[in-house]
């Protein structure tokens, strides 16, 4: 007995470890890195030195973790000091991410770049992009504005940039969309999650190095899901599902109104109520949450198919989603398509095209109307519906005070948009020398947008209101071409070169337009390897604007690193 009380001690004893974690192969102290124990209860972060310090019970179990290098867990068995050094992840470093001039692998990055996968997207129910994001990357911040199926979300990367708008911009297979949105639906509800395979974000100047002043708050590199090498794979996702309000606002029920009603009769002389003489007598009333909101039924559905040769991909998918919102007035409806073709005619020429279509519709009733506000305000003493299937409604009090039934706003006005969204993007690469690769894109999207409302006629006492309606249609589009060229060579032991030039107009222009950049970086590329363009053994951007050509912007993007 006495053992089991001392094995029992000791294993509830806390213990203080100590110690610096370091980098396995350079032996630098890793700053950052986390030291967390295994019931998660405790945790800390090494300071500049590397050094940590934490107290744990003894025979838990220590992780030590930071980006880009393999986790180390390590059982603690008595206190004192402990180094660990923990070994790089080439895995990680040899990620291929997306950038705003191409691809890079992750280790060669200077910039801050934030990554979502298709597998961290996959791992909850996510109705929209911005939804995908949240909580998922450092410094970008997700708030959504609306409760409603399709609502307006809003995104900050790395807090409030600007006076006019802190919105990204997105960028969809190379067609860039505005994050500014305005009423009540997200920007990014007619793409569908299901299709996309990686989200990159990007949060410094590797952003506006392309994009300009519309990247000055980040930009959110979107791509779609291309077809692999082998038998074609037909794939079915979906899910159905139930949402629920998870808890209500705690109001007044018809008991404590009428005593409430009552005294203030009293001390202000307004009279007393009939029907408020005995409170105990009435029931508990109406409870306008209970008949505003409801168990809501969603669900999703995807169908793509997917293969390729050695030279040539596909990928086809078609999705359709249907989510009824939690309260009355609010729903969202979604059929999208999507082709995505990339083939390689030679050795030298790949070739490729994507096409995105998408229909929309959003009964937006709840959020026009007010309609919550108005069944917290509205008094538990008012019928939903009287006896004879009429609304029931309330007479303006001696305040001039009226509150419509909030039912009758549901079922009985009409408010919806609905939209139409075309992507496409064609592009070609040419490989003419080895290293050296340029790219022509053409791309472009186009919306068609319309907005629907409509209120009945009634009249209930002293409130007339006439029947009238309304509709408005919008519609726009965007194009561009865009020109790149991208050296990348070693060139000498140890250091590696990636030089990128980049052009963007639009396509209403002359075609010897359209010919100059080419013919611009073939002049740029033949300098560079002449000699007449000297590089330094570290750059990192360099912007260049050319006489006469204000309305394209031209980049070169010149980086040397050391091989690891």
Same mark, same amino acid.
């Given at each position: 007995? &006495?053992?089991? +009380?001392?094995?029992?001690?000791?294993?509830?004893?806390?213990?203080?470890?100590y110690?610096?974690v370091?980098?396995?192969?350079?032996?630098?102290?890793?700053?950052?890195?986390?030291?967390?124990?295994? #019931?998660?209860?405790?945790a800390?972060?090494?300071? &500049?030195?590397?050094?940590?310090?934490?107290?744990?019970?003894?025979?838990?179990? &220590?992780?030590?973790?930071?980006?880009?290098?393999k986790? @180390?867990?390590?059982t603690?068995?008595?206190?004192?000091?402990?180094?660990?050094?923990?070994?790089?992840?080439?895995?990680?470093?040899?990620?291929?991410?997306?950038?705003?001039?191409?691809?890079?692998?992750?280790?060669?990055?200077?910039?801050?770049? !934030?990554?979502?996968?298709?597998e961290?997207?996959?791992?909850?129910?996510? *109705?929209?992009?911005?939804?995908?994001?949240? !909580?998922?990357?450092?410094?970008?911040q997700?708030?959504?504005?609306?409760?409603?199926?399709?609502?307006?979300?809003?995104?900050?990367?790395?807090g409030?940039?600007? %006076?006019?708008?802190?919105? /990204?911009?997105?960028?969809?297979?190379?067609?860039?969309?505005?994050?500014?949105?305005?009423?009540?639906?997200?920007? %990014?509800?007619?793409?569908?999650?299901?299709?996309? *395979?990686?989200?990159?974000?990007?949060?410094?100047?590797?952003?506006?190095?392309?994009?300009?002043?519309?990247?000055?708050?980040?930009?959110?590199?979107?791509?779609?899901?291309?077809?692999?090498?082998?038998?074609?794979?037909?794939?079915?996702?979906?899910?159905?599902?139930? @949402?629920?309000?998870?808890?209500?606002?705690?109001?007044?029920?018809?008991?404590?109104?009428?005593?409430?009603?009552?005294?203030?009769?009293?001390?202000?002389?307004?009279?007393?109520?009939?029907?408020?003489?005995?409170?105990?007598? %009435?029931?508990?009333?109406?409870?306008?949450?209970?008949?505003?909101?409801?168990?809501?039924?969603?669900h #999703?559905? @995807?169908?793509?198919?997917?293969?390729?040769?050695?030279? *040539?991909n596909?990928?086809?998918?078609?999705?359709?989603?249907? @989510?009824?919102?939690?309260?009355?007035?609010?729903?969202?409806?979604?059929?999208?398509?999507?082709?995505?073709?990339?083939?390689? +005619?030679?050795?030298?020429?790949?070739?490729?095209?994507?096409?995105?279509?998408?229909?929309?519709?959003?009964?937006?009733?709840?959020?026009? #109307?007010?309609?919550?506000?108005?069944?917290?305000?509205q008094?538990?003493?008012?019928?939903?519906?009287? =006896?004879?299937?009429?609304?029931?409604?309330?007479?303006?009090?001696?305040? #001039?005070?009226?509150?419509?039934?909030?039912?009758?706003?549901?079922?009985m006005?009409?408010?919806?948009?609905?939209?139409?969204?075309?992507?496409?993007?064609?592009?070609?690469?040419?490989? /003419?020398?080895?290293?050296?690769?340029?790219?022509?894109?053409?791309?472009?999207?186009?919306n068609?947008?319309?907005?629907?409302?409509?209120? =009945?006629?009634?009249?209930?006492?002293?409130?007339?209101?006439?029947?009238?309606?309304?509709?408005?249609?919008?519609?726009?589009?965007?194009?561009?071409?865009?020109?790149?060229?991208?050296?990348?060579?070693?060139?000498?032991?140890?250091?590696?070169?990636?030089? *990128?030039?980049?052009?963007?107009?639009?396509?209403?222009?002359?075609?010897?337009?359209?010919?100059?950049? +080419?013919?611009?970086?073939?002049?740029?590329?033949? %300098?560079?390897?002449? !000699?007449?363009?000297?590089?330094?053994?570290?750059?990192?951007?360099?912007?260049?604007?050319?006489?006469?050509?204000?309305?394209?912007?031209?980049?070169?993007?010149?980086?040397?690193?050391?091989?690891?």
């Amino acid at each position: 007995m &006495l053992a089991l +009380i001392v094995s029992m001690y000791a294993s509830a004893q806390n213990i203080k470890v100590y110690g610096v974690v370091t980098d396995a192969s350079t032996g630098e102290e890793i700053i950052g890195a986390t030291v967390q124990s295994s #019931n998660k209860s405790t945790a800390t972060v090494t300071d &500049l030195s590397g050094a940590y310090q934490i107290t744990v019970q003894a025979g838990q179990t &220590l992780r030590f973790s930071y980006v880009g290098y393999k986790p @180390q867990s390590v059982t603690i068995r008595k206190s004192g000091k402990m180094d660990v050094r923990l070994e790089q992840d080439e895995n990680v470093l040899d990620q291929v991410v997306v950038v705003g001039y191409g691809v890079m692998k992750r280790s060669d990055l200077t910039g801050a770049v !934030g990554s979502i996968t298709e597998e961290q997207i996959k791992q909850g129910v996510n *109705t929209s992009i911005e939804q995908a994001m949240q !909580g998922r990357i450092a410094g970008v911040q997700v708030t959504q504005n609306s409760g409603a199926p399709g609502g307006g979300i809003s995104v900050q990367v790395r807090g409030v940039n600007s %006076l006019n708008g802190n919105e /990204p911009l997105y960028v969809v297979d190379g067609i860039a969309m505005s994050g500014q949105t305005g009423g009540n639906q997200s920007v %990014l509800s007619t793409l569908n999650p299901s299709d996309i *395979t990686s989200i990159e974000v990007l949060k410094d100047a590797s952003a506006t190095a392309i994009y300009e002043s519309r990247a000055s708050n980040g930009v959110v590199l979107i791509t779609t899901k291309h077809g692999e090498e082998g038998k074609t794979k037909i794939q079915y996702e979906g899910y159905v599902g139930w @949402q629920q309000l998870p808890s209500k606002l705690e109001v007044m029920n018809l008991h404590e109104y009428a005593d409430y009603y009552n005294v203030r009769a009293n001390i202000m002389g307004w009279g007393v109520r009939e029907d408020f003489l005995d409170p105990s007598a %009435l029931t508990t009333g109406t409870d306008w949450q209970d008949e505003l909101f409801r168990s809501a039924f969603m669900h #999703n559905h @995807q169908v793509s198919v997917s293969g390729g040769t050695k030279s *040539t991909n596909y990928a086809v998918s078609g999705g359709y989603l249907n @989510q009824d919102g939690i309260a009355l007035g609010s729903s969202f409806d979604r059929v999208s398509v999507r082709v995505n073709l990339d083939t390689e +005619i030679t050795k030298w020429l790949k070739v490729g095209a994507s096409g995105y279509f998408a229909k929309t519709k959003q009964v937006t009733t709840l959020d026009t #109307n007010g309609l919550i506000d108005q069944a917290l305000n509205q008094r538990p003493d008012v019928a939903p519906k009287n =006896p004879d299937g009429t609304y029931g409604f309330v007479e303006k009090d001696q305040f #001039n005070t009226y509150y419509t039934n909030p039912l009758f706003e549901a079922q009985m006005k009409e408010n919806y948009n609905k939209g139409s969204q075309l992507d496409y993007n064609f592009y070609a690469n040419v490989t /003419p020398l080895k290293g050296l690769t340029l790219r022509v894109e053409y791309g472009g999207s186009r919306n068609w947008h319309s907005d629907y409302s409509f209120t =009945p006629d009634y009249t209930y006492g002293t409130v007339v209101n006439e029947s009238y309606s309304w509709r408005q249609k919008s519609d726009g589009w965007y194009e561009s071409f865009k020109q790149y060229a991208t050296y990348d060579t070693d060139l000498w032991k140890g250091h590696h070169l990636q030089v *990128t030039f980049f052009s963007m107009r639009l396509v209403t222009e002359s075609l010897w337009h359209v010919l100059l950049p +080419i013919m611009e970086i073939c002049i740029l590329l033949h %300098l560079i390897v002449s !000699g007449w363009v000297t590089i330094s053994s570290r750059m990192s951007m360099v912007m260049v604007r050319l006489p006469n050509r204000t309305e394209r912007l031209s980049v070169i993007r010149i980086q040397t690193l050391p091989l690891a």
